[in-house]
């Protein structure tokens, strides 16, 4: 018996950051395991191919800070007991050898790396401008809504312009001590780009979708994304 197209399972593409330090304060950093693990075994689990992609390729840096006890989850510890994934994560494509024509949709799990390499990263930007003028959806979680900042629409505008659009808040980056450090405040970007800036109280999950566009506010926020992903993938 042959799949009929509503069978057929579909592709999602998931981005990560390849950069590792902290700014100049000698710490390092790199992806969010929870704002990746939480999103890629809801996908999977949905029944949906994922494929792993990062700036470099290879191995993607993890944050540090991420496996500290205080931030383990149930998605957290199946990634920590998962061997398959971790050897998928040591081989992740690299970003300009991808193709959005590949893939039904993308997902960019944050942590503060995006902030250096994804912002303003032109493959990434071309990428999901691709994925939006082919009706194809494009999210993202916590500091990775930074890879959003800077793709424009086919009118020439920002993305975000009047959007429903979230990212980790100036809160949150107050609370762990960072607002010096970073590049930029993520929260006064995007409303600075005209983004219908909108969030939770801090640590709170909160999710928000507007059209194509979906994001996700800190790392509580990451399974929320990847379910409004699902749903505009199986609606």
Same mark, same amino acid.
């Given at each position: 018996m042959t799949q009929?197209?509503? +069978?057929?399972?579909k ?16 710490e390092k950093?790199?992806?969010?395991v ?5 999103p ?6 949905a029944?949906f191919?994922?494929t792993l992609a990062?700036?470099a #390729? #290879? +191995?993607?840096p993890?944050?540090?800070?991420s496996?500290? %006890?205080?931030f383990q ?10 061997e398959?994934v971790k050897?998928?994560?040591a081989?992740?494509a690299?970003?300009t050898?991808?193709d959005?024509a590949d ?6 799990p944050g #942590?503060?790396?995006p902030?250096?390499?994804l912002?303003d990263?032109?493959?990434?930007i071309a990428l999901?401008?691709?994925f939006?003028a082919?009706n ?8 990775a809504?930074?890879?959003f ?5 086919g ?7 009047g959007?429903?659009v979230t ?8 609370a762990v001590?960072?607002t ?6 993520? %929260?006064?970007?995007l409303i600075?780009? #005209?983004?219908?800036y909108q969030?939770a109280?801090d640590?709170?999950?909160f999710?928000? +979708?507007d ?5 996700g506010?800190?790392?509580q ?9 699902i749903?505009a993938?199986? +609606?």
């Amino acid at each position: 018996m042959t799949q009929t197209n509503e +069978q057929v399972a579909k592709n999602i593409l998931m981005v990560l950051t390849s950069h590792d330090e902290l700014g100049t304060t000698g710490e390092k950093t790199g992806f969010w395991v929870e704002e990746f693990a939480a999103p890629y075994y809801a996908f999977i689990d949905a029944g949906f191919n994922v494929t792993l992609a990062s700036v470099a #390729g #290879g +191995q993607p840096p993890i944050d540090p800070k991420s496996t500290l %006890e205080d931030f383990q989850t149930e998605s957290t510890q199946r990634y920590d007991n998962d061997e398959s994934v971790k050897a998928l994560m040591a081989n992740t494509a690299i970003l300009t050898e991808i193709d959005s024509a590949d893939y039904d949709a993308v997902f960019y799990p944050g #942590g503060h790396g995006p902030l250096w390499d994804l912002t303003d990263n032109r493959v990434s930007i071309a990428l999901i401008e691709s994925f939006l003028a082919t009706n194809k959806p494009v999210a993202a979680v916590c500091h990775a809504t930074a890879a959003f900042l800077n793709v424009k629409d086919g009118a020439g505008e920002f993305m975000v312009k009047g959007k429903a659009v979230t990212g980790f808040t100036n809160g949150e980056e107050d609370a762990v001590q960072l607002t010096a450090v970073v590049p930029f405040l993520l %929260e006064d970007e995007l409303i600075k780009r #005209g983004g219908d800036y909108q969030k939770a109280a801090d640590w709170n999950a909160f999710a928000v +979708q507007d059209g194509l566009v979906i994001s996700g506010q800190n790392p509580q926020s990451s399974e929320l994304a990847a379910a409004k992903l699902i749903a505009a993938l199986t +609606q």
